[in-house]
């Protein structure tokens, strides 16, 4: 089945700065990436997400870049706020198989320092 | 917007007791599923339901069961609840992008 790998666990970035979270997977069929964002006491929020026909995907200050060839997309959160710390996750889908096939990384604990 | 719904925000639970989570989604979504999340493991698939009556093993199915008798609501049953089911328990719909609910944290004592 698919695997996905998300670095780094734990991420702190000043204010301003720009953010990287990286994920791979393991199933080269894996079409559909998307990202969540978890707030304190909330469940995850699908932010972004990206499918394997593009190569980037920009909304205001986050964007997401695939690599199928690498097997690995990311997360680009430009000009941090502090609302913006939170945990991140990974995911990837691939197309065969039942609904069941989005796998999650392990998530990202973003700190974002004022 | 969609919307999931989970009945209890918090809950403790003896060892041994048998345990209901409810969840119910309001956008006539086919696809449901339950997931478990804890620190540093993410989210791990438990069950999930394609449609009303029909489910599927997740990653993690032991210890657990689900129930769909209708289509907008995915009950998931501890049926002896242990210690080790003490966690954050997530409920989503959707076929592309799930919506999940806020959580329940249970704690089992």
């Known amino acids: 089945g698919e695997n996905v790998e998300q670095h780094p666990s734990t991420l702190s970035v000043q204010e301003g700065d720009s953010a990287v979270i990286k994920c791979t997977y393991s199933?080269?069929?894996?079409?559909?990436f998307p990202w969540y964002k978890q707030e304190l006491g909330k469940g995850p929020q699908l932010i972004i997400d990206?499918?394997?026909?593009?190569g980037e995907k920009k909304d205001q200050r986050i964007a997401v870049t695939l690599n199928k060839t690498a097997k690995h997309f990311s997360l680009h959160i430009t000009e941090t706020q502090p609302e913006d710390s939170a945990v991140y996750f990974c995911?990837?889908?691939?197309?065969?198989?039942?609904?069941?096939?989005?796998?999650f990384g392990s998530g990202t604990q973003l700190t974002v320092l004022p | 917007d969609v919307k999931v719904t989970q009945s209890s925000r918090y809950l403790v639970k003896r060892t041994g007791e048998k345990v209901f989570l409810e969840c119910v989604q309001d956008?006539?979504?086919?696809?449901m599923f339950w997931y478990r999340q804890d620190p540093g493991l993410g989210l791990r698939l438990i069950y999930f339901s394609y449609d009303v009556k029909m489910k599927e093993k997740g990653d993690i199915p032991e210890g657990y069961s689900v129930s769909r008798e209708k289509k907008e609501r995915f009950s998931l049953i501890l049926e002896s609840a242990s210690t080790n089911q003490t966690s954050m328990y997530l409920c989503g719909s959707g076929a592309g992008g799930y919506t999940f609910g806020s959580g329940t944290r249970l704690t089992v004592v």
């Open positions: 956008m006539d979504h086919e696809n």
């Open positions: 995911a990837a889908r691939a197309p065969s198989g039942s609904a069941r096939q989005l796998t």
């Open positions: 990206i499918r394997s026909n593009v």
């Open positions: 199933d080269s069929a894996s079409n559909y």
